[in-house]
C-alpha cells in the first residue's frame, strides 16, 4: 500500500556533505512518522534521524548537529542533509515511514529499498 523512494546516495569525501531524499507514495490515509536508519557492515541497523507528523524530530548522538531531517516541499517526502561527513557514517540509508494505508486502516511500518553512502577518508 505504501512504497518508499530514496535518492542522493554516493560517494563523498570526508567533511563533505549529501543529501538524501524520500517520497512514499500509494493510498496512503496518513503518515505519522518519517525517516532514516543506516545500517553499516556488520552492525546492525540504526536510528538516524526521525520526524514526526508534528514536525518533532530526533536525532541519533552520533549525528546529532551535523544533519538536518525536514519535510519535503512535496506531500509525504523528507530530506535528510548531512553535513561534515565521517568515514564511520558509510552505510546503507534506509527511508523509512510509519503509515496508514487507506485501506485497512493500520498502522503498519515500510521501508525503502536502500542507498549507499561511502564516505572516504
Known amino acids: 500500500q505504501v512504497q518508499l523512494v530514496e535518492s542522493g546516495g554516493g560517494l563523498v569525501q570526508a567533511g563533505g556533505s549529501l543529501r538524501l531524499s524520500c517520497a512514499a507514495s500509494?493510498?496512503?490515509?496518513?503518515?505519522?512518522?518519517m525517516g532514516w536508519y543506516r545500517q553499516a557492515p556488520g552492525k546492525q541497523r540504526e536510528l538516524v534521524a526521525t520526524?514526526?507528523?508534528?514536525?518533532?524530530?530526533d536525532y541519533a548522538d552520533s549525528v546529532k548537529g551535523r544533519f538536518t531531517l525536514s519535510r519535503g516541499n512535496a506531500r509525504y517526502t523528507v530530506a535528510l542533509e548531512m553535513n561534515s561527513l565521517k568515514p564511520e557514517d558509510t552505510a546503507v540509508y534506509y527511508c523509512?515511514?510509519?503509515?496508514?494505508?487507506?485501506?485497512?486502516?493500520?498502522?503498519?511500518?515500510?521501508w525503502g529499498q536502500g542507498t549507499q553512502v561511502t564516505v572516504s577518508a
Open positions: 523509512a515511514a510509519k503509515a496508514i494505508p487507506v485501506r485497512g486502516m493500520t498502522v503498519g511500518d515500510y
Open positions: 500509494g493510498t496512503i490515509f496518513s503518515i505519522n512518522a
Open positions: 520526524i514526526t507528523s508534528s514536525g518533532s524530530t
